[in-house]
Structure formats: C-alpha cells, structure tokens
C-alpha cells in the first residue's frame, strides 16, 4: 500500500449493538465509516462511548495499515480474573474484607503516579532492548521498570467478588501503565505528519495511521505487542499478590481457573475472507468458545462469558458496562448520599478530591461511582448474539485506582 492515491467519500455501514448512543460517539463512528483505509464496516459494542478519534466501545478492520488512536492510551488495558474454591462466607465480615483489602493496599501501589520504589526485573526488558536497536533508548524507561506490578488510577481497580455459585472471585482491570501512552502518542505525531506530508483525506486528523508496510508501523506494531506483553505481566505480578494474600486469610484456598484478556489493542485476523488489521479499543475478543471477562461498575456485576463468534461484530464484545456520564459531570450532578447508598454492603474507599480541572475542581470526585455507568444488566442482554453469560459476579470489595 504505502502511500498510494486516497480518495474521499466511500462510507461503510455502522453496525451497533449500543441502545442510546450519545452523539459524540456517533459523530466518531461516522468519521470511522470515511476512513480511507478501513474495510466491511464499523462495529459499536454496546457500552460504547466517545473516545479520542474512535468511540471506545468500537471496532473497525483496517487494510494493511494501523491507526494508533483506534488502540488508544492505555495499550493493552485488560483484565485478570481467578476463580477460587473459597466459600463466600468467608468474607461475610465486612471488618475482615476491610483488613484483606489494607493488606492489598501495603503490597499493591494504588493510583496515579504510585509506583515501586525500586526497579523491578522482567526478562521482557531484556529481550526488547536486545532486539530493537535504537528504539530502546525510548523505552523501557526506569519508570516503567518501578511501575509493573501496579494498578494505575481512573477506572483500574482491584475486586473481591463472589459468584451466583457463592464461590470467591479475585479480578484486577489494569494496563501498560504510562509505556502504552507513551508508545501510542508518539507514533500518532508521526502518523499525523505522514498522513499530512502526502495529504491523506481524513474525516478526523486524530485517525491518521501508518502503512504496516512503512517502518513507523512496523515499529508501531511492534511495540504495541511489547506493550501488551508488558499489559499482562503487570496484571500477572498483582494477582499474585491477590491470591498470596488470599491464602494468608484463607488457609486451604486453591485456585482453579485464571483469565486473562486485552481491550485496547490490534492484531491480525480473517474476516470476510480477508486478512485484516482489526482494532478493539475498548472491546474485547469473542471467538467461538473463548472464555472472557465483562466487568460492571464498581458497585455492580461483573461477568464471565463465553465467546459466540459473530461475525458481524469482528467476533468482538464489550469491554465492560461502558460510561454513561464523563468524569466532570459525574462529580458535578452525582451526590455523595445516592453514591454511597449504591455502595452499601461493599468495602471501599469512599470518595477522594477531584484531581482534575473545570467545573469539578473542589469537589469530590465521583466520576467512579455506579451511576456514571450504563446498566451491566442492560448491556449484557444486548449482546447476548455475541456472548452467553456463564458466571455472574458480585463485588465484596472494591479496591480502585
């Protein structure tokens, strides 16, 4: 492909699963239906909201080209979830749930910026510095060294859960930490100034993209899989520490089943009869049979499920329950008193100051609460053509970013 002649106006379908879109996803996955360089069509998943460039919640395909803000920020965001055979029981003591989430606290670094505070070792550094030159003096960095084996802030968090078969849960939603930003931004500068040099037509200058077969993108995508490596290794290293803990509460606890998947990421598949570059930006993998995780908010279900493999949706789910309020309105129009009363019976930290600016700065950030989220319930049963639901979950404690 390189940088072959781009012409304007050629529109896919938008396929959507998502009930009540809001504007500025829709208007994004227009823009996404005028790209020059994807295919079939574009696919919102039911949790769907506005992103940067690409609605997150949407998956698209491209032809021999990737578009670093269709995987977005946090590169290789996912989730880890263990099934254990403790009884729910258990932790019915809400001072015994609060005394196994401190212990978290003091061995998990929890938050924006919380960190090692020593370097940690991961054969993963070595083998992508000893095989990528020059790059390697971009990362990895001595920060993202200190930072595996942390949760991050925002919507990252740390869960004891139960399930319908009142059997203890440990799940984990955490990423690349600040590796995936750094990655993601700078290959879009180059991508922007690639797509402007040989004035590419795009419906919207945060979708320009790289030419797999240009060596930015190669690179691009090869440092997107060491992103996702790291993604896994960091969420692998908590929930170590989740089920050690575990088993110093819980004596003769055994651990049955780990999971472990991506949301923010690209990869080569077939579809439609042709091998394509499909991104899931807030979207997860829902081949036939494969085994994923949908989380609710942090006072609600979450889900494991089993893949369907529709194609319709680039055999894809959504990633979670999806925002149905940004952060700022959140903490402008949610009061303390609804929030906690949705987060009774279940261990957390309550509601800290805002961090942020505008309209929010000075108040309470509640940007985390349920109700800055669409229903799970709802977004569930209206993808039950792209997943069945085998366990439902519930939260005992919440331990977020």
């Given at each position: 492909m390189k940088w072959e002649k781009f012409e304007v106006g050629y529109t896919m379908p938008v396929k959507s699963w998502c009930e009540n879109c809001e504007e500025g996803a829709v208007q994004q996955a227009v823009n996404l239906a005028h790209h020059p360089v994807l295919v079939h069509h574009v696919a919102l998943m039911p949790d769907a909201h506005q992103g940067y460039g690409m609605p997150i919640g949407g998956v698209v395909a491209a032809k021999d080209a990737v578009i670093p803000a269709a995987v977005g920020v946090d590169i290789g965001c996912g989730m880890i979830a263990t099934e254990t055979d403790v009884p729910a029981e258990a932790f019915a003591e809400m001072p015994f749930r609060r005394a196994f989430q401190e212990k978290l606290k003091e061995r998990i670094p929890v938050g924006e910026g919380e960190s090692h505070r020593v370097t940690q070792d991961w054969e993963g550094f070595e083998e992508y510095t000893a095989h990528n030159g020059m790059r390697s003096s971009l990362w990895p960095s001595k920060l993202d060294r200190m930072n595996l084996g942390t949760l991050g802030g925002g919507n990252h968090f740390i869960e004891l859960q139960k399930s319908d078969k009142n059997r203890v849960w440990l799940m984990i939603h955490s990423g690349s930490r600040n590796l995936g930003?750094?990655?993601?931004?700078?290959?879009?500068?180059?991508?922007?100034?690639?797509?402007?040099?040989?004035?590419?037509?795009?419906?919207?200058?945060?979708?320009?993209?790289?030419?797999?077969?240009?060596?930015?993108?190669?690179?691009?995508?090869?440092?997107?899989?060491?992103?996702?490596?790291?993604?896994?290794?960091?969420?692998?290293?908590?929930?170590?520490?989740?089920?050690?803990?575990?088993?110093?509460?819980?004596?003769?606890?055994?651990?049955?089943?780990?999971?472990?998947?991506?949301?923010?990421y690209a990869v080569f598949e077939e579809h439609f009869g042709e091998k394509v570059c499909v991104h899931r930006k807030g979207a997860t993998s829902a081949k036939l049979d494969e085994i994923g995780i949908i989380p609710g908010s942090m006072g609600t279900a979450s889900y494991i499920v089993r893949g369907l493999g529709n194609p319709e949706s680039f055999m894809s789910c959504s990633h979670g329950a999806g925002r149905r309020m940004s952060r700022i309105a959140a903490s402008t129009t949610l009061t303390v008193e609804e929030c906690d009363k949705a987060m009774e019976g279940i261990v957390c930290e309550r509601w800290h100051k805002y961090k942020g600016f505008g309209k929010a700065k000075g108040r309470l950030d509640l940007s985390e609460a349920p109700q800055a989220y669409k229903d799970i319930e709802d977004v569930i049963a209206s993808e039950l053509d792209l997943v069945e639901p085998l366990v439902r979950l519930v939260p005992l404690a919440s331990l977020k970013g």
């Open positions: 930003k750094r990655i993601e931004e700078h290959y879009h500068r180059i991508a922007a100034k690639m797509c402007e040099r040989f004035r590419v037509p795009l419906p919207d200058t945060d979708l320009a993209f790289l030419p797999i077969e240009e060596p930015a993108g190669h690179d691009y995508f090869t440092d997107m899989l060491f992103a996702l490596r790291y993604a896994k290794e960091n969420r692998r290293r908590m929930m170590e520490v989740m089920k050690a803990t575990l088993a110093e509460f819980v004596s003769n606890a055994n651990f049955i089943r780990t999971i472990d998947i991506h949301h923010n």
